[in-house]
């Protein structure tokens, strides 16, 4: 059995050839002051992000952290989502996947959420 390894890191950082493996953003939007060619970006499911209401709902203060991973969670059941998960999951297992957002913490983040739900299998 190969492991293969799920990290986070900041889409603002310069790539990390032999570490990083296929590079998934995992930001609804493109994030700001990043040129495409230097983000390096292999794959951008969309299906996979915290919808807009979610991110619009956890910015305004309203919620938990804890409540967040919850609502997230929940919209990761999602049809689309799921098949995206599935296609993810096919990527770690071949080899390390490297999920890329703009939050100054990834290891906070919905990133880590998706981390874990990746790494769980």
Do not use: I, N, Q
Request: proline fraction near 7%; avoid cysteine; hydrophobic fraction near 45%.
């Amino acid at each position: 059995m190969t492991v293969s390894t799920v990290r986070t890191r900041r889409v603002h950082d310069p790539p990390e050839p032999g570490a990083d493996g296929v590079r998934v953003l995992v930001d609804r939007l493109w994030p700001r002051g990043v040129a495409k060619a230097a983000a390096a970006v292999d794959e951008w499911p969309k299906a996979v992000t915290p919808s807009t209401e979610l991110r619009k709902w956890f910015h305004s203060g309203a919620g938990t952290a804890a409540e967040f991973r919850a609502r997230y969670a929940a919209e990761l059941t999602a049809p689309e989502a799921v098949a995206e998960l599935d296609r993810l999951r096919a990527l770690v297992a071949r080899g390390p996947v490297t999920l890329l957002t703009a939050v100054r913490d990834p290891g906070s983040s919905h990133a880590a959420v998706l981390a874990e739900l990746l790494r769980a299998d």
